[in-house]
């Protein structure tokens, strides 16, 4: 068997068996295999595809890549949350404390910011101090203390997708259905969790579009799950304009502490609960869906999450000044404000453009090796729905360390649409699969 005769049955459009997938992901994550045949391999399964045993086959051996968590130890429910990525979605940082009071233990591992999409690990970093890359021992005492902790993907755990991923970045080869099972569900199945919940975004800032396409995805996810007795739900969820109404690092952060303390859009509020609801629920620590909304609600308002999360930030070495104050923080530099140039209705606010200008100001990467600002980024002061005055801010492009170009500031301004009509909000769950 060689790499060559295997690139080549799948771009024939073959079914693989289980020793071709293994003699590719075993000899990629040993090095074995160079990058340009694997680039070639995931064109091929790009447009080639997948059958459901194949996908289920990719997800096992990119799991057995590495190591397992072992949380057997911990005799607490264990559940964890995925979004398929988005713009201005900081929900894991509110979502993790939260469940964690619900008595669900939540071992979240999270990436980095990738083109427009932002990063949970980019986030936490813009509070000072704060430090996500823990070794396994003192991630496992952070769960015991807290039910939870905040930390980057480790060497350990599945070190094909880690590969695979980067370079799937880099032939155009994200948006393969069978890909993304293979790489969300390794990592998911490392952890050795009870439930799973994913947050699957469909509109112009997710990776697809369509809602039908999101659905197949969500579709195929959970049924993939399921193979592997992992109780799955799939929620779909709004992807056309941002979440919530802050995007970039720090920005997000800000957003979500403000949530802890009480404060939050109905968007970001309205799916953070949900996906907290379903976690509490499907990890029988409600005996309904109904009561476990009003669980997550109730930790939420009473202050316990918040309390949560400040422990967390203490133990990973953050500065709490920060929690208790998010106002404290310092100052962007550079600031320009978007105006309407007419009265109306907003009919768009296009999320993947607004998430590529927060990248371009310095809130995210266009190269793995880029640095990031913390205090780039976007706050929204209009939403799909909302009346706006001529000249009326729309939104506001913050940065710190290079002044606001005026080539962004007019993409940002094109973002926008203005109608005379009136336009309904967007609504946020658009499906829930199970
Ligand atoms: N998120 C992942 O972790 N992997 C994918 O393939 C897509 C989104």
């Known amino acids: 068997m060689t790499a060559l005769e295997i690139i080549t049955k799948k771009r024939n459009g073959m079914i693989l068996t289980e020793e071709d997938i293994r003699f590719l992901i075993g000899g990629y994550t040993k090095g074995l295999i160079p990058d340009y045949q694997i ?14 045993r194949e996908t289920a086959t990719l997800t096992k051996l990119m799991r057995d890549s590495g190591e397992l968590m072992d949380l057997s130890r911990f005799a607490a429910a264990k559940a ?27 071992p979240m591992i999270s990436g980095r910011s990738l083109g427009h999409t932002g990063g949970t690990l980019d986030k936490l970093e813009s509070i000072p101090g704060f430090n996500t890359q823990i070794p396994m021992n003192a991630f496992y005492e952070l769960l015991e203390k807290y039910n939870f902790g905040l930390i980057g993907q480790t060497p350990e755990i599945c070190p094909a997708d880690k590969k695979m991923y980067a370079l799937r970045d880099a032939t155009a080869t994200v948006s393969s ?26 509109g112009n800032g997710a990776i697809f579009e369509t ?28 992807m056309d304009q941002p979440l919530g109404n802050a995007i970039g690092n720090w920005f997000e952060a800000e957003e979500a502490i403000q949530m802890l303390h009480g404060e939050a859009p109905d968007d970001l509020y309205e799916v953070t609960i949900e996906l907290a609801a379903y976690m509490v629920w499907l990890t029988d620590q409600s005996d309904t869906l109904e009561n476990a909304r009003t669980l997550a609600e109730s930790k939420l308002q009473s202050g316990e999450a918040l309390t949560r999360f400040r422990e967390i930030v203490l133990a990973q070495g953050g500065d709490v000044t920060f929690i208790d104050q998010p106002d404290k923080y310092a100052q962007p530099r550079f600031k320009t404000a978007i105006k309407a140039s007419s009265e109306g209705y907003i009919a768009r606010a296009h999320a993947r453009e607004l998430g590529e200008v ?12 880029d640095n990031v600002d913390a205090l780039a980024g976007i706050k929204m002061a209009k939403k799909v729905g909302s ?4 000249d009326e801010t729309l939104c506001t492009l913050f940065a710190d360390l290079k002044p606001v170009s005026e080539h962004l500031v007019q993409r940002a301004q094109n973002a926008f649409t203005i109608v005379s009509e009136k336009v309904n909000k967007l609504p946020i769950i658009l499906d829930v699969i199970q």
């Open 39 to 52: 680039s070639a391999f995931l064109m091929a399964v790009y447009f080639q595809g997948m059958n459901a």
């Open 80 to 106: 964890d949350k995925h979004s398929t990525g988005g713009v201005g979605d900081k929900v894991s940082l509110i979502l993790a404390p939260l469940v964690a009071t619900c008595g669900v233990m939540n």
């Open 177 to 202: 259905i069978p890909l993304i099972c293979g790489s969300i569900l390794s990592k998911k199945l490392a952890e050795n969790l009870d439930v799973l919940v994913l947050d699957v975004k469909a």
């Open 211 to 238: 809602k039908e396409k999101a659905r197949e995805l969500a579709q195929a996810l959970v049924s993939t799950a399921g193979e592997f007795q992992l109780k799955t739900v799939a929620l779909l969820t709004q």
């Open 358 to 369: 927060s990248m371009l100001l310095g809130a995210g990467r266009q190269k793995k090796e």
């Open 387 to 390: 009346h706006v005055a001529k």
